[in-house]
């Protein structure tokens, strides 16, 4: 299980499952939720996500998939 939330105040007991995302703000330009597809995509072959490091998804994205450390 993920959670995906602007707030992650709320999920201190759950940070291991958490993506925290930017807010919308209203900006046309924003790219966020397609970014986080793609991390998604990329994050879905693993078998346990707890373990894998979420902070800096915002990175990963644009690269090639790759395994997860």
């Not at 925290?20 to 790219?31: M, S, T, Y």
């Not at 994050?43 to 994205?61: F, G, I, N, S, T």
């Amino acid at each position: 299980m993920l959670v995906v939330d602007d707030s992650p105040e709320k999920h201190t007991r759950n940070y291991a499952n958490l993506v925290a995302v930017q807010a919308f703000e209203g900006d046309p330009a924003d790219d966020e939720l397609p970014r986080l597809a793609r991390y998604l995509e990329q994050l879905a072959p693993e078998p346990d996500h707890r373990r894998v490091e979420k902070r800096r998804w915002r990175r990963r994205c644009g690269q090639r998939r790759r395994p997860f450390p």
